[in-house]
Structures are given as C-alpha cells and as structure tokens.
C-alpha cells in the first residue's frame, strides 16, 4: 500500500501525525484541559452546522503533516510567533511589530490556513502541494501565490477561537479565491489568497472601513524595515463585523464554497 505523503515536504518516510489547526498553548491560555474548562467545538460546511462536539481542549486536529514537519519546521514556528502575538490574544495593550515579526506572524498564519484546509475532503481543497511545499522553502508566503494577510482587533467576548474560511469558486467550480479568518481571543488575523492578483492589491468588493479595521502585513512594502507597525489597528472587529470582514472580497467569485467553517469556544 502506497504511503500517503505529508502535506508539506511531500516526503513518505516519515508517518503522518495529527497537528493541532490551533497549537496546543493557545488553548491553555484560555484554561483548556482545566477540570472546569469546557471547550465548545462546531463546524458549518455549506451552512450547515455539524453536531456540537464538547472536549477539555482546544484540540481540533488534522492529520496532515509528517512526525519531521511537525515537530521540526512547524514546532519552531509556534515557538516563535507565541511571544509575538500572545499579548495580542490577551488584549495587552500597543504592540509594535518590526519586520521580522510581521513575517513571521504572515508565515503562521498561511500554514494556520493550509492546515485547517485539510478539515474538509481534498477535492474541497484551495492550495496545491507545490505552494504548501512554498512555505517550508521560502519561510515567508509565496510571492507567487497572491497572498496577503492583515491583523485586526476583536472586541467580542471570545475565551478561544473564532474561525471562518472558504473558497470562493465560479459558476464552472474552479475555485477563484481562499480566505480565512481567525479570532483566537482579541487578535485577529485574515489571510487571502488569489492566484489572479499576483503583484496586484488587493481590493474588497465590497464598501467599508477596512483601512482603519484591519494593519497589512503581507506582501511587505519597499522599505518596510525601516518601519514599525503598531497593533491594533483605529478601530476593532465586533461580532458582526466578523461576518462582514469575511464577506468583504465575496465577489472575487460567483458564489461562496465548497465550505465555511466556524469555529468558536
């Protein structure tokens, strides 16, 4: 029987592991696997929520990377976007991030995304194996890729994780776009990817304050090293406004789907 290969550096050699959608410390922040924690999972796919799961954790897991991605390149990656962003998720005040962390926190949140794809079947699937394998070799996302990532503040209650994602397709089902949207406490992080705007800015279709909701991050600007950017941004992304932070690029497609997950705790 052929072995199934990592959905990274392709390799068969190592066995497949579980990874967590959501590293394990990002729960613990919020008390999970304590006796009185309770950590409330749901999924939609096509607007259709799937039967609440309970567990003591926030431990939505994949099996998609091999046992070297995982606790090699991916492991190190957690250890250095925590410092980074946990004061974010906290809700800790200002936060200046110098180049370096705003790609690193770009680099999280593209593999955050490729690795919650794998929730739903491959056939359902936006990014290739060849631009999951970008990610290891470039250590930033693909130029090439149409990728963009923006941070914001959450003002919701929000003791976990809220996340949505989908792929925007056409009327043929050639899937046009990705994007993903994940609220893990007051941090807030949306990741785009459309294979037609490479070089391009990226532009809702639809109107609203999203200059003053959302700091860019990725691609980086000429000179942006000589640049600090602060967190969070003017104004912060509220309950509703979740949903139409999502929707803001709907009509780079025909039509939402194959799925949208939701996530919260």
Request: net charge positive; glycine share 8%; proline share 8%.
């Amino acid at each position: 029987m052929a072995k199934t290969p990592c959905g990274f550096c392709e390799s068969t050699t190592y066995r497949i592991t579980k990874e967590h959608v959501f590293g394990e410390w990002i729960g613990r922040l919020f008390g999970a696997n304590q006796p009185d924690m309770i950590v409330r999972h749901t999924l939609k796919r096509d607007g259709v929520a799937t039967p609440t799961r309970y567990a003591y954790g926030l431990d939505h897991q994949v099996r998609m990377a091999c046992r070297q991605c995982n606790s090699g390149w991916m492991s190190a990656l957690e250890v250095l976007v925590q410092p980074l962003i946990m004061p974010m998720i906290r809700g800790a005040g200002r936060r200046d991030l110098n180049l370096t962390a705003q790609l690193t926190i770009a680099r999280w949140a593209m593999k955050t995304a490729m690795v919650a794809e794998y929730i739903v079947p491959k056939e359902k699937r936006y990014f290739t194996q060849a631009e999951r394998r970008s990610l290891i070799d470039d250590a930033i996302p693909s130029r090439q890729l149409g990728s963009y990532v923006w941070l914001g503040s959450y003002a919701a209650k929000n003791d976990g994780v809220q996340a949505s994602s989908a792929s925007m397709t056409f009327a043929d089902r050639v899937p046009a776009a990705h994007i993903s949207t994940f609220a893990v406490g007051k941090f807030l992080v949306q990741v785009l990817v459309e294979r037609r705007s490479v070089g391009l800015p990226a532009r809702p279709a639809r109107p609203g304050p999203w200059d003053r909701l959302l700091i860019p991050i990725w691609p980086s600007a000429p000179l942006l090293d000589r640049v600090r950017l602060s967190w969070p941004p003017p104004l912060n992304v509220t309950d509703r406004g979740f949903d139409a932070l999502f929707d803001r690029f709907l009509e780079l497609g025909a039509k939402r789907g194959p799925y949208r997950g939701d996530s919260p705790t």
